[in-house]
């Protein structure tokens, strides 16, 4: 399964960014919702959320495409 088309001109770094942008970009629009939401719960656990939701979403990602895990550096 292949994560983007077949554009001639793009190099890999530059998927790479594209994706990254859009990842920022979909992160940032939870803000409004946390927002909404922080008025009956509690701050910390609305942060907290975003993240570890966001996280998951990523793993399962990487895991249906079979993306192998980052190196540890030496």
Known sequence: ???HW???NLNSETI???YGFLGLV???LTLPA???AAIDLDPLFLGLGRGVCYC???RRISSANALP???KPA
């Open 56 to 58: 998951d979403l990523n």
């Open 69 to 71: 895990l980052p190196a």
């Open 16 to 18: 790479a960014l594209i």
């Open 1 to 3: 399964m292949k994560l």
């Open 26 to 28: 979909g992160f940032s």
């Open 34 to 36: 946390t927002r909404a």
């Open 6 to 8: 077949e554009i001639p």
